[in-house]
């Protein structure tokens, strides 16, 4: 079992580097223009999103234009102390506006207890560009405002017999009150080009666990609540960003007190095909009261992306 | 919660760090900051060979007048960026009336002149300051639709730079 996500990486990674190659030469005829200047593609976050690594940014993923489409395809492993999270998508962008993206997530116990426990979610993603161009209007104070929404569905839990759970399979027998769920959320970016920061604000109208990962809602809390996110990048270069994200996340189960995350990051985009992000991440503590394992779980966060 | 405290601390620090930097600079113009006459003029030059060498973009300046086309350039990113010069060109919207610029070609351009600025070693910092200046002028210049397509047939006037 812990083998088939990393033979998936491999082969995604492969296929992924392929399709960027034929990517430079094919955007002539498949109407793609490449049209946008280095890091204003977004980058796929850990959702599918166009964004940094946790949270969402106003901007369309893929390089193209208003006059144009693009697309972005990533590989994301997160690795903490008891757990591992794969995230494997592809978004596509188009006019500069509209932004749809489908995202896999396969997260698995690898320390603790719950060891060799595993959960999957598949998350669809749209957003949509309501106004402001922040990289042109440096004249002007209004930021980039997009607003976007996430349907998510669990896919239920896997293994749960081998760490003595026969029967567990799904995230409400662990108090969620469903398995499927829809995030809606608002980003602000604006870029501060004259400084060389970027920063960006989003809300979050959620009822998911550990990003849906636990399920939506609870046995403390049913309804959704309003989380508060945030970006704060530097621009190092024009192909290198660094910077710092915060997420506030939910508390609906009694067996998960959840915490917010936060990261530290780098993005790179070498090339408008290749893009990396790294980061060191704290998602807090997850699921203490099962595992008696109370401290923060974190660690490195590592995603190849190729679009156009 | 105790993360949340250090974030905010740690933006702070960083927007009071770059607020005291700015203020240190705000004594001399983006003009000296970047190295005065001879620096601007060989932006100009080394701009106008990254265009020139840019299949996106390049064929766009088949019947400029490259000469002027440069001295132009001194005097608007001069005159922008607090230099004592007058730009003595059309406006930016004139001037690409006929070129039907498309918002690929635009970036392409302002990409062209981050190489550039690069090349003839601006620091990126001050590079940002003067695209800020000049990203403004998207909305001039791209025309909703267009088609890329440059219309290159001699102008009525004898101004013809760019």
Redesign the interface.
């Known amino acids: 079992m812990t083998n088939s996500p990393r033979r998936l990486v491999r082969v995604a990674v492969f296929v992924l580097l392929s399709a960027a190659s034929a990517a430079h030469a094919a955007t002539d005829w498949i109407g793609a223009d490449q049209g946008k200047l280095h890091l204003t593609a977004g980058f796929s976050d850990v959702e599918g999103a166009g964004g940094a690594g946790l949270v969402p940014l106003a901007f369309v993923t893929g390089y193209g234009s208003s006059d144009s489409w693009g697309a972005n395809a990533h590989v994301t492993t997160v690795h903490l102390n008891d757990f591992q999270l794969g995230a494997y998508g592809v978004g596509i962008g188009a006019l500069d506006r509209f932004e749809l993206s489908y995202t896999r997530h396969e997260l698995n116990v690898t320390g603790g207890p719950l060891d060799g426990l595993g959960v999957d979610q598949d998350i669809i993603g749209l957003k949509v560009k309501l106004l402001g161009d922040t990289l042109y209007k440096q004249d002007s104070w209004l930021p980039q405002l997009a607003v976007g929404a996430q349907y998510k569905k669990n896919k239920g839990i896997k293994d749960a017999a081998a760490v003595g759970l026969p029967g567990l399979t799904s995230p409400t027998q662990l108090g969620a009150d469903d398995d499927e769920g829809t995030d809606y959320y608002l980003s602000a970016t604006k870029i501060f080009l004259g400084q060389s920061f970027v920063v960006n604000a989003t809300l979050r109208y959620t009822k998911a666990n550990q990003f849906g990962l636990l399920g939506f809602g609870g046995d403390r809390e049913d309804g959704y609540s309003l989380e508060p996110e945030a970006v704060l990048a530097y621009l190092f270069s024009r192909k290198l960003a660094g910077g710092v994200e915060y997420r506030s996340k939910p508390e609906n189960l009694s067996v998960d007190t959840e915490d917010p995350a936060w990261d530290a990051f780098v993005a790179w985009t070498p090339t408008r095909n290749i893009s990396l992000v790294a980061a060191y991440v704290n998602l807090g503590s997850i699921l203490g009261p099962v595992t008696g394992e109370t401290s923060d779980q974190k660690g490195a966060y590592l995603s190849f992306q190729v679009g156009f | ?1 105790k ?2 405290t ?2 905010a601390r ?2 702070g620090g ?1 927007l009071l760090a ?1 607020l005291i930097a ?1 203020a240190a600079e705000a004594q001399e113009t983006l003009y000296e900051q970047m190295g005065g006459e001879a620096k601007m003029r060989a932006i100009a030059e080394e701009f106008t060979n990254v265009l020139l060498a840019d299949p996106r973009i390049n064929f766009t300046f088949a019947n400029t007048d490259l000469a002027k086309f440069k001295q132009l350039i001194f005097e608007q990113f001069c005159n922008l960026t607090g230099g004592p010069c007058k730009y003595t060109g059309r406006s930016m919207k004139e001037s690409h009336e006929k070129l039907n610029s ?4 635009f ?2 351009l ?2 062209d002149l ?1 190489i550039a600025l ?1 090349r003839v070693n601006v620091p ?2 001050l ?3 003067l ?3 000049l ?2 002028m ?2 001039d210049i791209v025309k909703k ?2 088609t890329g397509k440059p219309d290159l047939s001699p102008p009525a006037s004898a101004q013809s730079a760019k």
Not at chain 2, 102 to 105: D, K, S, W
Request: proline share 3%; net charge positive; hydrophobic share 40%.
């Open positions: 919660m993360h949340t250090f974030i740690l933006l960083v770059s700015g498309t918002n690929a070609q970036n392409a302002a990409e981050y690069e990126y910092r590079q940002n300051k695209m800020v200046m990203a403004p998207h909305k639709g267009a």
